[in-house]
């Protein structure tokens, strides 16, 4: 999302990681153990996860939810100098298109930046199914390795767009990142990235978003979060972080099926957020 700072230089906010600008890479501190997998494999489970990825966006459409978020910036010895935070109750309408009422929303603090209603429509990031089957050519997904990670054994992929969008001709904003796929049920339950593309004025943070089980069936986000320091070309930086929390899903205006809506599905752990 756009946010504006003090001065008139513009950002966007979108998994964790600090000093990332277009061009370098996402930074990884992780425990991968490289495992081999043929081709057929690789293709085989890129195929079923994408697929997921559809079905749960178009299931999320019949949901209702909250989400509460917090912005804040950071100043010398981590005090917070400047906070925005806005609690809301969330629903799609008939078209897809998503529709908000506030139920909290206290006069902001920020000094440095400025949040605009366009911030809004994207709070918490990229679009979380960034890798659904329509989106997907768009795409270079390499597969890494396999990551224990609390109780979970998952497979990770890294993502780059195959081209980078000319932010002068369009508003598209694509993910590059590092996704980390359930092994047993092929469904992604963490990703960590940014959005591309970035301009002299635009830079974007690196957000890191944990996914839960819902009705035994989606894999919905739950939890983002954002540590970043932004470093603009006129040598200002700013320390932003962001936390956002969605909760209370539950079914609103439809009931929509998954394709295995009737294999059995069993309880899977959730990998758990790091705490600051």
Not at 10 to 33: E, K, M, P, R, T
Not at 43 to 71: C, M, P, S, W
Not at 139 to 152: K, P, R
Not at 215 to 231: G, H
């Amino acid at each position: 999302m756009m946010i504006k700072i003090a001065a008139g230089f513009l950002f966007v906010l979108c998994f964790l990681a600090a000093g990332v600008s277009q061009g370098q890479y996402v930074q990884y501190h992780d425990n991968i153990v490289k495992k081999d997998l043929t081709s057929a494999e690789i293709d085989r489970i890129v195929k079923r996860f994408t697929a997921k990825e559809g079905q749960f966006h178009e299931a999320l459409k019949g949901y209702v939810f909250n989400r509460d978020a917090t912005v804040w910036t950071v100043g010398i010895g981590g005090n917070s100098t400047g906070v925005y935070r806005r609690t809301s109750f969330m629903t799609f309408n008939e078209d897809g298109t998503r529709f908000e009422k506030i139920l909290f929303n206290p006069v902001p603090t920020l000094t440095e930046i400025t949040i605009t209603p366009e911030d809004l429509e994207d709070l918490g990031g990229v679009n979380p199914f960034a890798l659904e089957p329509s989106a997907v050519a768009e795409y270079n997904i390499s597969y890494l390795g396999v990551e224990h990670i609390d109780e979970l054994d998952l497979y990770v992929f890294d993502v780059t767009p195959r081209v980078i969008p000319d932010p002068k001709r369009s508003k598209q904003r694509l993910f590059t990142g590092r996704v980390w796929v359930d092994k047993d049920d092929l469904q992604i339950v963490k990703s960590r990235g940014k959005a591309v593309p970035e301009t002299k004025q635009n830079k974007f943070p690196v957000v890191e978003t944990y996914r839960e089980q819902v009705d035994k069936k989606y894999w919905f986000p739950t939890y983002v979060e954002a540590n970043d320091q932004l470093v603009f070309d006129n040598g200002q930086v700013v320390h932003i972080r962001m936390k956002v929390k969605y909760t209370d899903y539950r079914l609103g205006r439809s009931d929509v099926r998954i394709i295995d809506d009737d294999t059995p599905v069993k309880p899977t752990p959730t990998p758990t957020p790091k705490k600051p």
